[in-house]
Structures are given as C-alpha cells and as structure tokens.
C-alpha cells in the first residue's frame, strides 16, 4: 500500500478547487490565442497580402515563443518558487495582446505574438507543477486533465468571439488579437494571493515559511513533517540526463509532441481545414466551435475515467481510436458535410485522453527539484514539431490537398499509440514522491 501522508492524502477542499481554477486560466488563454488567429487570418491575410508561408508564420509565432517560454518557465520556477511568476506572465500577455491592435505589419505581428507565445509557455511549468504540489493523490490526476479542458473552452470562445467580431468590420482583426487582455486581466486578480508550494520551500530550507503554508491550508496541526520524504538528488539540469529521467523526458517529449501536432494545425488553421473538406460560409466558424464543445467533452470524459482506466490504458486507447478517425478523413476527404463533422467529432471526444495526460505525465514521473523544469522542456520540446506542423498546413493544403494533409496527421497520431504502448508507465494511485522516484513503482508497472 502507498504511504499515507496529511498532504496527498488530504480531502478535496475549496483552496483544491479555487487553485485548479485559477491554474486553468493559462490553458484558457493558451487555447484562445493560438484558435483566434485562425479566425483573424481569414480577414488579416487578405488585409495584409500575406502569402501562405506567412500565414504560416504568423500562426505558428506563439508555437515558437511557446518552445522558448516554456523551458525558461520551467527553470525558472524551480530556481525562484512557483508563486513569484503565477502573474507575471499573464501580465506580459495583456501587454503584448493590446500592443497587437495597433500592429502595421507582419514582422511586428509575428514579433508580439512570440512574446505572448513566450509568456503562454512560462505558465505551464509554472501552474502545473503548483497544482501538483498541493492536490492530493486521488484527485491529481482529474484536477491536472481538467486543465486541458479549459483549453478548449478558450478555443471554443475564441470562434464564438472571433465570428461576433467579423461583423465589426476591416478592423475585426485587431479586436480578435487584442482581445486576449480581458481574460488575462480577470485571471491575474484571481491569482493574486496564492501561497507558495510548501515542498518547493521544503527543498529550499525555507522551513518556517513552508510550515505557514501548511497550516493555512492543511490545519492548525500540520507541518512539514507531514510531508513525504523524496529521494536526494542532487538539484539542476544534470538530474534529466540520468538514465531514468531522460528515458522518462524522451517519452513524454514524444507522446506530447504526437497528441499535439494535428490537434494545433487544426486550431490555427480550423476554418481553412474545413473549408477545403467542403463547408461553406457560416458553417466553418460554428463548425470549428461545434468541434471545440466535443473536445471539451472528450477532456471531460477522460477526467472521470482516468482513475478506474489508468494512465496507460487511457493514453494507447485515446491515441489508436483518434488517429482511425483522422485516417477515415483522409481516406474520405470529399463526404458530405455531416459525415465529416461527425468524423471531426469523433477525434476530438477520442483524443480527450492524450491531451489530459500531457499535463499529468511530466508532474507524476519527475521529483520537485527538477519538476517544473522537466514539464517546461517537455512542452518545449513537443512544440518544435507542432510549430513546423502548423507552419506547414497552409502549404500542405494547397500543395497535398486535403485527404494527404489528414493521412499524415492520422500517421502522427497513430505514432503516438505505438510509442504509448512501449513506453508508458503507470502512476495510477501513487504518491508524488512515489511516483516521481526512480526505483518507484512507476518503474515497476509497464
């Protein structure tokens, strides 16, 4: 049996539920950036005469920034603590975001929408490791999937908002790109106030200020003694290069990078993607949301299902039966409209599993000194090939056409479920600093 401790076996309270919250705002303003330039691009591009290579800049800039932010972010915050950058970057994506309306051409566009991409990637590691810290082990794994859910519920707003403000007129576009700032605002008032992690301070020295923490949250009686003993490493860049963790990185790194590039090529570019498979007019941008409220679903589905599937199940089923529905919309690129909304869908709802695990694997499989730089390198990483991917769609749509763009985005997904079923662990009912050791129990449950 798992250890018992007051931390990760503590009841689900309203500070759980208050920082899942406030944690998800950077995946709802992820998903809303990185969806409502599909939407601008439809006016921006014409605007601007932008061919397809800079279209295909201009969505994958935050793809970029992304892969540069979200490693800085990492480290970051395992050198100077959680709470210190909870809003600093949010507040760097308001400034950026505002900046965007009075952008004359594409090289500043491209410029500020690195900087938010930037910022975006900083929040991951940040929010993440936070939240993995305080949640207990019952409830870590629902509570970090449910994160990914509030990224399509910003990708969903984001062509809800984007259709209302195509009737604004030639500047429709300006108000899409600027309109990230309101959110952010709203989310860093909300996050203000957040304690520290108490293991973060433990591993720090800081002992009064992480038995403060502690109480406030967990009681009175509580301290750092209730916290678990992880194994002494020690701390920095060095510890991912030992054999276990970068066997653990490359796995995270690739199934992250297979889930993610055909589900981003789709955001960025949705209403051109479906245009080419034959929906016209309206049809595109209440399509693209309808999709969205299914990948809010199957994120949905995946929370309430993790705990009795495991992690591996989940993870090899989302990958095998998404990537059947990409394959049967490449083999049938030219089906009536419903059929290949339904096929749309249906990927969306199946991949559920894969974009929840994204956010659990890299917290559960690295320890607290090396966990918020682990889950920054890893999104890194995995956004190098989702930048390509998107920077690759417009290009792939006029010079492959549709079906061959969907066959190579089912190929990708499919990868995932062979790498899945080699290399995925089981962390299903583990303590963190079980299931973040290397001789753990991680190890023992292929």
């Not at 920095?236 to 993610?260: D, E, K, N, P, Q």
Request: proline share 5%; aromatic share 10%.
């Amino acid at each position: 049996m798992p250890a018992s401790s007051v931390l990760d076996d503590a009841p689900l309270s309203g500070f759980h539920k208050r920082l899942a919250l406030y944690s998800s705002g950077g995946p709802f303003l992820d998903g809303y950036i990185l969806s409502i330039v599909g939407v601008a691009l439809v006016q921006l591009g014409p605007q601007l005469r932008l061919s397809d290579a800079a279209q295909g800049l201009i969505g994958a800039s935050a793809l970029i920034g992304i892969f540069c932010g979200a490693f800085l972010g990492g480290y970051l915050t395992d050198r100077f603590g959680r709470q210190v950058l909870y809003t600093v970057d949010l507040i760097a994506i308001i400034g950026c975001s505002v900046a965007q309306f009075w952008a004359a051409d594409p090289v500043w566009l491209f410029v500020l929408r690195l900087l938010i991409g930037m910022a975006v990637g900083a929040d991951y590691p940040i929010a993440t490791s936070l939240l993995a810290e305080f949640t207990p082990r019952r409830y870590r794994g629902p509570l970090l999937g449910g994160l990914m859910v509030m990224w399509f519920v910003g990708a969903a707003t984001a062509y809800v908002v984007g259709e209302a403000l195509l009737t604004v007129g030639a500047t429709g576009w300006r108000w899409m790109l600027a309109s990230p700032a309101l959110p952010a605002a709203v989310i860093v008032m909300l996050r203000l106030g957040t304690p520290e992690s108490p293991r973060w301070l433990a591993k720090k020295g800081r002992v009064d200020e992480a038995n403060a923490v502690m109480r406030k949250v967990f009681g009175d009686q509580a301290d750092i003694s209730d916290l678990p003993e992880e194994e002494r490493e020690s701390a920095g860049l060095v510890l991912l290069w030992r054999s276990g963790y970068l066997g653990r990185m490359l796995f995270v790194s690739a199934f992250w990078t297979c889930s993610i590039v055909p589900l981003f090529a789709v955001y960025a570019f949705g209403p051109r993607i479906l245009g080419a498979l034959h929906l016209q007019g309206r049809l595109v941008n209440v399509g693209s949301a309808l999709i969205t409220v299914f990948f809010v679903v199957g994120c949905v589905l995946a929370m309430v299902v993790i705990n009795r599937m495991g992690r591996r199940a989940l993870l090899i089923h989302s990958f095998v039966w998404s990537g059947l529905a990409l394959l049967l919309l490449g083999v049938f690129p030219a089906a009536p409209a419903g059929v290949i909304i339904v096929l749309f869908a249906a990927y969306a709802v199946l991949i559920g599993g894969a974009q929840n695990l994204q956010w659990i694997y890299p917290n559960e499989l690295f320890p607290t000194e090396i966990r918020g730089t682990a889950v920054g390198l890893a999104s890194s990483l995995s956004r190098v090939g989702a930048a390509v991917g998107t920077y690759l769609v417009p290009l792939a749509l006029t010079g492959w056409g549709i079906g061959t763009t969907m066959l190579t985005a089912a190929a990708i997904t499919l990868l995932g479920a062979v790498i899945s079923l080699r290399w995925a662990p089981e962390t299903r009912g583990l303590a963190l600093h079980e299931s973040a050791a290397l001789a753990g129990p991680a190890l023992s449950r292929p």
